[in-house]
C-alpha cells in the first residue's frame, strides 16, 4: 500500500487558464475527498465521492470547479479560468467503508498539490 | 454551525510535555482528530477519537475530550525536535463525510 499519490505536486499558472489536477486513492478505498487549504489555514472541504457518485460539494467549490471520479479509483479536479485568489494547496483524501472492521473513519491525506495563479 | 478554534503557537523544550488544545462548537461531532503537518506536506493522521470517550493513549500521544466543554487537547510526552511541526485538530459530524479543520498550532521545539 503506497499510500494517497497527487499529481503533480507543483503548478504554476497564469490567470484565465485551466488546471487539472489527478488523486490516486489507497487502493480498495471507496471513499474520495479534496480539501483547498490556503496559507496559515486549515483544510477547507470541497467535495467527496463514494465509488463514482459525487455526493456531498462545498459551496466553495463555484462553477468553475469540476471533479470527477468515472470509474470509481483516481479522481480529477479541474478548475477552469484560473484566478489568483484559487492559489492554494489542492489536498485529496481517502477513507473507506469496506473490509473487516467495516466503516472506517479514517481519512488518509496525500501530499498535495499547491496551486499558484500568476 | 461548525467551528473548530485553536492556539496559534506552542514553544517546548526538547523532553518535556507538549498540550495543543482545540475548542469545538458543534455538539453533534462523533469523532474527533489530530493530524500533523510538517512544512510543504500533507497531513498525517495521528490519532482520533469517539465522542463518547473521554481519554485515548498511543504511545507518546494522549488524547483527552471534555465532551461538556467542548474541548479537546493533545498530549506528546518527551517531545522530540521531530515533532515540530503545525498540529489541526478536526471534527467529523453525523453522517457527513467531511473534516471541519482547525487553523492549526504551530508546535515549535526547542534544545
Known amino acids: 500500500d503506497t499510500g494517497v499519490s497527487q499529481d503533480p505536486r507543483h503548478k504554476i499558472t497564469k490567470r484565465g487558464q485551466n488546471v487539472t489536477f489527478r488523486c490516486d486513492p489507497i487502493?480498495?478505498?471507496?471513499?474520495l475527498y479534496w480539501y483547498r487549504q490556503t496559507l496559515g489555514q486549515g483544510p477547507e472541504f470541497l467535495t467527496y465521492?463514494?465509488?463514482?457518485?459525487?455526493?456531498?460539494k462545498s459551496r466553495l467549490l463555484s462553477d468553475r470547479f469540476s471533479a470527477e471520479r468515472p470509474k470509481g479509483s483516481f479522481s480529477t479536479l479541474e478548475i477552469q479560468r484560473t484566478e489568483q485568489g484559487d492559489s492554494a494547496m489542492y489536498l485529496c483524501?481517502?477513507?473507506?467503508?469496506?473490509?473487516?472492521?467495516?466503516?472506517?473513519?479514517?481519512?488518509?491525506f496525500g501530499p498535495g498539490t499547491r496551486l499558484t495563479v500568476t | 454551525g461548525e467551528d473548530v478554534e485553536q492556539s496559534l503557537f506552542l514553544s517546548v523544550r526538547e523532553g518535556d510535555s507538549s498540550v495543543i488544545n482545540c475548542t469545538y462548537t458543534?455538539?453533534?461531532?462523533?469523532?474527533l482528530y489530530w493530524y500533523k503537518q510538517e512544512p510543504g506536506a500533507g497531513l498525517q493522521l495521528l490519532t482520533y477519537?469517539?465522542?463518547?470517550?473521554d481519554m485515548k493513549q498511543d504511545q507518546r500521544l494522549t488524547v483527552l475530550l471534555n465532551k461538556k466543554d467542548k474541548h479537546l487537547s493533545l498530549r506528546i510526552a518527551d517531545t522530540q525536535t521531530g515533532d515540530s511541526a503545525i498540529y489541526f485538530c478536526?471534527?467529523?459530524?453525523?453522517?457527513?463525510?467531511?473534516?471541519?479543520f482547525g487553523t492549526g498550532t504551530r508546535l515549535q521545539v526547542t534544545l
Open positions: 483524501a481517502s477513507s473507506s467503508t469496506r473490509g473487516d472492521r467495516g466503516y472506517s473513519y479514517e481519512q488518509y
Open positions: 487502493s480498495e478505498h471507496n471513499r
Open positions: 465521492f463514494q465509488n463514482e457518485a459525487q455526493l456531498e
Open positions: 458543534d455538539s453533534s461531532s462523533t469523532y
Open positions: 477519537i469517539f465522542s463518547n470517550m
Open positions: 478536526a471534527e467529523r459530524t453525523g453522517t457527513a463525510s467531511k473534516l471541519t
